[in-house]
């Protein structure tokens, strides 16, 4: 197995271990389609090879695991009328996404930098998530008119204590010992010891005795003084009794009147439409496997990519950078509820996702 250095995802064979790194830092190893496209095939091939007892994934540079998917890409089709081809980039990484959720060797993501989106996608699903100093995490989906997928919908309402939900619709970023609090991490590594322990993964012996040889406790969560809050106030079933408990807590002039005024505030901010999916991913997702949740995902994104938000999102924030969106509809309260549950309804050309280990 030949990869070229200078390739945006090098994947290669050390010991027992098949590892895959990303290869973009300038780009902030930001997952484009041509990178999904060899990631895929070579874990089929890894997970027939008795000689790969498991998987690696890490990425290049200090800053970054992985940024998220290529938004500016994708906005640029849409904007050309090429939806199809930025639907093809959704389709492929949801059946990646969910072939590293079903692989059947151990999967070890090695997470240090920022991890947002389409990052997510390809370090969550599996059953060893490793967090170092630089780990840093969001889905931010909502502040580009989109919605956390690549499995969110599976795993965020899934986290305790509502943080799941909290961190979608806020699209907050927290740090390692909060992703470890919640469970988004299974692990915390310092950064420095992170060579010594690809070194003892790919020397073989077992995956979590390597780990646990590696690991630190990290600080407490810097949400652990407002977990009750986040858990009262996120559980609720709507985003107006949300912002509502938010908007009452402010007005009480506890010791998190600030945290709840900012957090309403923040959330006002972002795409009414895109809040209001992700509410209804939080909704269904508790009852959807991983699989149901990709092709629930790929069925919301198809409306996405046809409809304002998302293009006005990107513009904003990535194109034109004047951080001033104009939301179509402009606040929640013009949102039909019909509207969004029919991001959910089938579509003609519905996800097919792999078999596990195909």
Same mark, same amino acid.
């Given at each position: 197995?030949?990869?070229?250095?200078?390739?945006?995802?090098?994947?290669?064979?050390?010991?027992?271990?098949?590892?895959?790194?990303?290869?973009?830092?300038?780009?902030?190893?930001?997952?484009?389609?041509?990178?999904?496209?060899?990631?895929?095939?070579?874990?089929?091939?890894?997970?027939?090879?008795?000689?790969?007892?498991?998987?690696?994934?890490?990425?290049?540079?200090?800053?970054?695991?992985?940024?998220?998917?290529?938004?500016?890409?994708?906005?640029?089709?849409?904007?050309?009328?090429?939806?199809?081809?930025?639907?093809?980039?959704?389709?492929?990484?949801?059946?990646?996404?969910?072939?590293?959720?079903?692989?059947?060797?151990?999967?070890?993501?090695?997470?240090?930098?920022?991890?947002?989106?389409?990052?997510?996608?390809?370090?969550?699903?599996?059953?060893?998530?490793?967090?170092?100093?630089?780990?840093?995490?969001?889905?931010?989906?909502?502040?580009?008119?989109?919605?956390?997928?690549?499995?969110?919908?599976?795993?965020?309402?899934?986290?305790?204590?509502?943080?799941?939900?909290?961190?979608?619709?806020?699209?907050?970023?927290?740090?390692?010992?909060?992703?470890?609090?919640?469970?988004?991490?299974?692990?915390?590594?310092?950064?420095?010891?992170?060579?010594?322990?690809?070194?003892?993964?790919?020397?073989?012996?077992?995956?979590?005795?390597?780990?646990?040889?590696? =690991?630190?406790?990290?600080?407490?969560?810097?949400?652990?003084?407002?977990?009750?809050?986040?858990?009262?106030?996120?559980?609720?079933?709507?985003?107006?009794?949300?912002?509502?408990?938010?908007?009452?807590?402010?007005?009480?002039?506890?010791?998190?009147?600030?945290?709840?005024?900012?957090?309403?505030?923040?959330?006002?901010?972002?795409?009414?439409?895109?809040?209001?999916?992700?509410?209804?991913?939080?909704?269904?997702?508790?009852?959807?496997?991983?699989?149901?949740?990709?092709?629930?995902?790929?069925?919301?994104?198809?409306?996405?990519?046809?409809?304002?938000?998302?293009?006005?999102?990107?513009?904003?924030?990535?194109?034109?950078?004047?951080?001033?969106?104009?939301? =179509?509809?402009?606040?929640?309260?013009?949102?039909?509820?019909?509207?969004?549950?029919?991001?959910?309804?089938?579509?003609?050309?519905?996800?097919?996702?792999?078999?596990?280990?195909?």
């Amino acid at each position: 197995m030949e990869t070229r250095p200078d390739a945006d995802v090098i994947l290669e064979r050390k010991g027992e271990a098949g590892v895959i790194t990303l290869n973009r830092p300038k780009a902030l190893n930001a997952l484009n389609l041509p990178m999904v496209r060899e990631i895929l095939p070579q874990l089929r091939a890894w997970a027939k090879d008795p000689a790969v007892t498991r998987v690696i994934i890490k990425a290049a540079g200090e800053k970054s695991f992985c940024a998220g998917g290529d938004v500016r890409t994708l906005y640029d089709q849409g904007r050309a009328g090429h939806t199809a081809e930025a639907l093809d980039f959704w389709r492929e990484e949801y059946v990646l996404n969910h072939y590293i959720g079903t692989f059947p060797k151990p999967y070890v993501a090695l997470v240090d930098g920022i991890c947002m989106g389409g990052g997510f996608g390809l370090s969550a699903h599996g059953p060893y998530r490793v967090a170092g100093d630089r780990y840093l995490f969001a889905m931010p989906e909502v502040n580009i008119g989109l919605f956390p997928d690549v499995g969110g919908t599976h795993v965020l309402p899934r986290l305790p204590g509502a943080f799941g939900v909290f961190l979608a619709v806020t699209g907050v970023r927290i740090r390692a010992p909060e992703a470890y609090a919640c469970g988004l991490v299974t692990a915390v590594v310092p950064s420095a010891a992170f060579p010594a322990l690809e070194e003892a993964l790919c020397a073989g012996g077992d995956v979590a005795a390597a780990i646990a040889a590696h =690991q630190v406790v990290p600080p407490p969560s810097a949400f652990a003084d407002r977990a009750e809050l986040i858990a009262d106030v996120f559980s609720r079933g709507s985003l107006e009794a949300i912002l509502s408990a938010l908007d009452e807590t402010a007005a009480g002039g506890g010791p998190f009147a600030d945290f709840a005024a900012a957090t309403a505030k923040d959330i006002r901010a972002k795409s009414p439409t895109s809040l209001s999916i992700t509410m209804e991913q939080m909704r269904r997702g508790p009852a959807l496997d991983l699989g149901e949740s990709l092709k629930a995902e790929f069925r919301a994104v198809t409306r996405v990519a046809a409809g304002h938000d998302f293009y006005e999102g990107v513009r904003a924030v990535l194109v034109d950078r004047d951080n001033a969106p104009k939301w =179509q509809p402009a606040t929640l309260a013009d949102v039909d509820p019909k509207v969004i549950a029919a991001h959910f309804d089938p579509i003609p050309d519905e996800l097919e996702l792999l078999a596990p280990g195909a």
